[in-house]
């Protein structure tokens, strides 16, 4: 079974540039989860899914950020523009509903913003 | 808010000795789960503890969970090198299963 997929795995931007993430879960998972990981530090909830529908944003900075989830499978986070502040990692995980619950995280973009 | 704190962030150890990282929450849960990170890589599934009193194990790893404390251990047993990594734990929250992230164990065993 295929795991978390996302791209690019790497990125270097300049300050104010638009960036996009992309990431596809594991087939059959509703929700979807968007992390940040700064260096040093544990994963911070950005924005979650269930289906299409955004049902948790309050930490996504959404002056500069934005996501969506078309379809209910693959989704795409945005920044624009990017400040030097947003350089970290960013990761996607995935859940299907069940007595555990766990989470699935892909192998996360890694983002320097120059 | 929610805080999840681990200790100790730092370990280092010697292969074949025994040590135990605390993961400590601030607030109600039932459900907390570990992953392992190695170094540029994505977090990787440990153990899931689903009850109070829940013990798990896999080689030379156990995790527990004591609901009442809020507290889970993962206990280390006769460290070999493949361990090192950082070591997260994260708390469930229900509804929506957030989940909330401690500060990392980095482990480092020497030979």
């Known amino acids: 079974e295929a795991g978390v997929v996302q791209s690019p795995r790497y990125k270097i931007i300049e300050k104010k540039q638009p960036v996009a993430f992309w990431c596809n879960p594991i087939?059959?998972?509703?929700?979807l989860y968007w992390y940040r990981q700064n260096l040093g530090q544990g994963p911070e909830l950005l924005i979650r899914?269930?289906?299409?529908?955004?049902?948790?944003d309050s930490q996504l900075p959404k002056d500069r950020f934005s996501a969506e989830r078309l379809k209910g499978v693959d989704s795409t986070l945005k920044i624009q523009p990017a400040e030097l502040g947003d350089s970290a990692v960013y990761l996607c995980?995935?859940?299907?509903?069940?007595?555990?619950?766990?989470?699935?995280f892909g192998p996360g973009t890694r983002l320097t913003v120059l | 808010e929610l805080k999840v704190e681990q200790n100790p962030l730092f370990l280092s150890m010697q292969e074949g000795k025994n040590y135990t990282i605390y993961c400590n929450y601030s607030?109600?849960?039932?459900?907390l789960y570990w992953y392992r990170q190695d170094p540029g890589k994505s977090l990787e599934s440990l153990f899931v503890?689903?009850?109070?009193?829940a013990v798990k194990q896999e080689g030379r790893l156990m995790a527990s969970l004591d609901t009442k404390a809020r507290l889970s251990t993962l206990h280390i047993t006769a460290a070999v090198h493949d361990l090192s990594a950082t070591y997260f734990c994260?708390?469930?929250?229900?509804?929506?299963?957030?989940?909330?992230f401690g500060t990392g164990t980095s482990l480092t065993v020497i030979p």
């Open positions: 995980a995935s859940r299907q509903s069940g007595v555990y619950n766990e989470q699935f």
């Open positions: 087939s059959g998972h509703n929700t």
């Open positions: 899914y269930e289906n299409e529908e955004a049902v948790d």
């Open positions: 607030t109600t849960s039932d459900r």
């Open positions: 503890l689903l009850s109070n009193g």
């Open positions: 994260a708390v469930d929250l229900r509804p929506g299963n957030q989940f909330y």
